[in-house]
T-cell receptor
Framework: AQKVTQAQTEISVVEKEDVTLDCVYE???????LFWYKQPPSGELVFLIR??????QNEISGRYSWNFQKSTSSFNFTITASQVVDSAVYFC??????????FGAGTTVTVRA | DAGITQSPRHKVTETGTPVTLRCHQT?????MYWYRQDPGHGLRLIHY???????DKGEVSDGYSVSRSKTEDFLLTLESATSSQTSVYFC???????????FGSGTRLTVV
């Protein structure tokens, strides 16, 4: 069985602060894939990143960065210099070779001006 | 456009009535999924499909059935809707290689 835990239910920050979203996963497979999705208030799910289990390199995309650590089964997401437009629900998700995508409960990020 | 559409976008139905939600894709992807989203639970998998007439249950499949008679369509049926099935339903598609899952815009279903 696979499981994704996002322990932070809600995070509120002031604009320009950094915010880190935690994601811890469980899986018995050696090959698996980790994802982050953003769900803005409009409701659609927006793909942010995919990482496979053999690639532990951290990644940066603009103000977004991801830290993947297999030793702690974590795939954390940081937004640097947050903006009001970053306000959304963020989901971490995991799939393995059976192509079943499992989600965490999500973290609601509110960025105040 | 990602090539996935859900219909209807909104629906209100009465307890005990059957309801069918449709997911249509133009990407020719093999894998299709139905999720429901409820506060505090994230998205939970209801059913999924590996191909035409090849489906399997997810973690919250009770009260739901699916059919996939064509690659492009994946139908979710609530045989007898209950208030606990009030939710937002998302369809998703994925191709080979696990490169990513694309989601539809969602269907907001209210059972009264």
């Amino acid at each position: 069985a696979q499981k994704v835990t996002q322990a932070q239910t809600e995070i509120s920050v002031v604009e320009k602060e950094d915010v880190t979203l935690d994601c811890v996963y469980e899986t018995r497979d050696t090959t698996y894939y980790l994802f982050w999705y953003k769900q803005p208030p409009s409701g659609e799910l927006v793909f942010l990143i995919r990482r496979n289990s053999f690639d532990e390199q951290n990644e940066i995309s603009g103000r977004y960065s991801w830290n993947f650590q297999k030793s702690t089964s974590s795939f954390n997401f940081t937004i640097t210099a947050s903006q009001v437009v970053d306000s959304a629900v963020y989901f971490c998700a995991l799939s393995n070779n059976d192509y079943k995508l499992s989600f965490g409960a999500g973290t609601t990020v509110t960025v105040r001006a | 456009d990602a090539g996935i559409t859900q219909s209807p976008r909104h629906k209100v139905t009465e307890t005990g009535t059957p309801v069918t939600l449709r997911c249509h894709q133009t990407e020719n992807h093999r894998y299709m999924y139905w999720y429901r989203q409820d506060p505090g639970h994230g998205l939970r998998l209801i059913h999924y499909s590996y191909g035409v007439k090849d489906t399997d249950k997810g973690e919250v499949s009770d009260g739901y059935s699916v059919s996939r008679s064509k690659t492009e369509d994946f139908l979710l049926t609530l045989e007898s809707a209950t208030s606990s099935q009030t939710s937002v339903y998302f369809c998703a598609i994925a191709g080979q290689g696990n490169y990513g899952y694309t989601f539809g815009s969602g269907t907001r279903l209210t059972v009264v």
